[in-house]
């Protein structure tokens, strides 16, 4: 036993085992943290470079309803411009509500809640329809709204005649926002860029149609957008 012992005792360092000095130099190495942040940052782009994307599209849609309308004058141009700060006036509250399925459906989909997951996919589409109600409302009243704030009569008449044009877009709209926050918690990206890009072009062929083939001019440009927004949703569905 005893000279089992003193084996064991002087046993050489190379098969003994890494030593304390090796195990801590492993872990002052700057290179594995480094290399651990360059992992991470490239998920992290990979991530968030489809989402940028795709809200980056949503507002491509209002630059191309002023551009479009920009080259009828320049009183549709501030009409439009007018309509669609108003707009995102209403809707920026319901979009940082949207934000909060971000957590819970990441949190479900992650702790394998399918069940929690669903659940909360339906209530937040279900959410931002009930909030889109207010927000269609008050597109509907645009025109009163922006006399009583100080705008000029006859641009405030044009833009509510923009803003409640938007209404039927509304609803597909939000139902859009909050199934796109579905689809990332389940690192599904791409056929949310695909769709705004195509939503996109149809807008961009839609304007053309309806302001200039078909003449129907300045009331044209929220027809568009809102037929474009309907397609979106339609073909994420």
Known sequence: NEGQQTIAVHMPADEAGPSAAAVDAGRDDPAQPESSLKAEASQLGTLAFPIMTVSM???????????MVGRLGTQELAASALANTFFNCLQHPVVGCATALDTLLATAWGAGQHAAFGQWAKAGVLTLLLLGVPVAGALLVAEPLLVGIGQDK??????????????????????????????????ILAPAVWIALLANGINLFLNWLLIYALGLGFTGAPVATSLSRWTQFLCLL
């Open 154 to 187: 006859r641009l405030a008449a044009l833009a509510g005649a923009f803003a409640w044009r938007l209404v039927p877009g509304v609803f597909p709209h939000f139902a859009f926002i909050a199934m796109t926050k579905y689809l990332p918690a389940q690192s």
């Open 57 to 67: 599209l949503q507002f491509l849609m209002v630059m191309v309803d002023m551009g």
